[in-house]
Each structure stands twice: as C-alpha cells, then as structure tokens.
C-alpha cells in the first residue's frame, strides 16, 4: 500500500521537504517505501477535510489504505515499525533511540521552531530586535549540550 | 525491577509531580508498577553524573537495570511496551494512539510550556504584559483545536 503524505502548497520550497514533510520522507527514502504528496494551500488546510486528517490544520498528514495519521514523530515511527532498518533489534539500543526521536521533537524541535516563528512571523513586533538573540541562545545551549553528549560518545 | 525516576527536590510541590514526571508516574501508576523516585536540586543537574543520564539537564530521568533512558515521552511508551493495557491491541487503533502521544508533546505541551516558562522567567521583560495574552491566545487556539476533534468523535 503505497502512503500518501500532505506538504506545503505554497512554501517557499513548493512543498518539496523543507517542512515536517522532510522527517517523514526521509523514513520513507530510507527505507525505499515509495510514496505520493499531495500538496495543499492555507486555505484548504483550515477546511473540514483536512481537518479530519489532521485536528490542529498543519502538515504533513499520512494516509494508507484505512489508516490516516497526524503528527510527523507518529508517521516516522510508525515506519520503522513496517520496516525493518530504522530502529535497533536489541531492546535496550532500541528504547534508547527511540529516546533521542522524543529528543528530537519534544527538546530541540520547540526552541528552534519558536526562533524561526519569531523570525518569520514576529518582526514587527517592538521586543523583536531585543528578544531574537535570547531565542537564538535558547537554541545555542541546546545544540551545545547535543555537541557534548555526541563528543562524549565518540 | 523497580525503575527509578528523578524529579525536582526544590519545586513548589516537592517533587511530587507537577514538572514533567506527572506523566511516567501515571502511566506508571496506572498499570500497578511499583517505582523509586531520587529528587535532584538544580545544581546536581548542572553535575556530570546527572547529565550522562540527562543529556540536557532536565527531569526527569528514568533508570531500570542496565536501562538508562531520558525524555518523558520516551519513558511513558517504554512503559506501554513493557506492560498490556496502556495502548490498544489492534495495530491501527494503536497507531492512531501514538499519534495522539506524540500530539501531547509536540503540539499540545510547547506552547503550554512557552506560556508557563513566560510568566515564571519572563515577567520582568518589558514586554511582558503586552505579549502574554498572546501566549495565552495560543494555548487557546490549541485547546480549542482539541475540543472540537473531541466533540466530533462523541
């Protein structure tokens, strides 16, 4: 059953994975899973059909036979259960990569989101020029302490 | 094996699951698992010992034998792996309760989190007052997302 994920219509990118489209394609390149995309606007994303797919009106959504998805970290493990590759066999390897998918989204995801948010959506706002390098640091500390951990690991 | 979790020594409740460790203790709680909690003061979770099981310093972490895990989310499906009862059986249902998991952490708890963290950290900025209510106006757009998928699935 070949998924079908949503994208951005009218990103800068055309919908082509500079959004949460890019992890979910990703697994499924990784993997060799072929997949389609459908492409939608703002405006249908706030319609009832998409709406049903996905409760909050984002992308990516993930569709395949009767089963339809939200949430980008949901597709990708749901691939890596479908595929073997993805994740570790031995249990204890396993929970911890899983761990660094939560790490992913729930750690590092939220800070860089909340720069690039203020970035494309907050300057016109009059704390804009005085707040951006506080974000900018926010994402700095966390990408520093991914550096030392991955330096510890070597 | 008993798991151990940490949590905060010095928050206003003690460490007895306000922060983060309020949902591994439920989901814990929930299937009948006994476990041990360590609390931890801010400046232990600066220490070296702390952050090889806490790569970012936070709480809670979670410990179980040769096991060392951190990330909540990553905790609370660990639990569903190891005990019945937590998610559904049938692989779609199931699939769509991940999806939901993941919703909690990565759509839900950011903005719920960027609030919190505004009125603890932030409430000496000058553009406090100003800005907060659009803090709030987020979780709201949020929440109201939630309970409309809600009432559609009554």
Not at 14 to 19: D, L, S, Y
């Amino acid at each position: 059953m070949i998924p079908t994920i949503s994208a951005f219509e009218h990103s800068p990118d055309g919908g082509r994975g500079q959004a949460r489209d890019m992890r979910v394609r990703w697994a499924l390149e990784e993997v060799g899973q072929p997949y389609e995309v459908r492409l939608v606007s703002f405006s249908m994303m706030t319609e009832p059909a998409h709406l049903a797919l996905q409760t909050f009106g984002q992308i990516p959504t993930y569709e395949e036979g009767d089963l339809a998805l939200f949430e980008s970290g949901a597709f990708v493990f749901h691939i890596t259960e479908q595929h073997p590759g993805l994740l570790p066999v031995d249990k204890i390897i396993r929970a911890r990569a899983i761990a660094w998918m939560f790490a992913a989204l729930n750690t590092m995801e939220p800070p860089t989101v909340e720069l690039e948010m203020s970035r494309l959506m907050g300057y016109d706002k009059t704390w804009f020029k005085e707040r951006q390098p506080m974000l900018e640091n926010l994402v700095c500390v966390r990408l520093r302490e991914l550096s030392n951990r991955l330096a510890d690991a070597e």
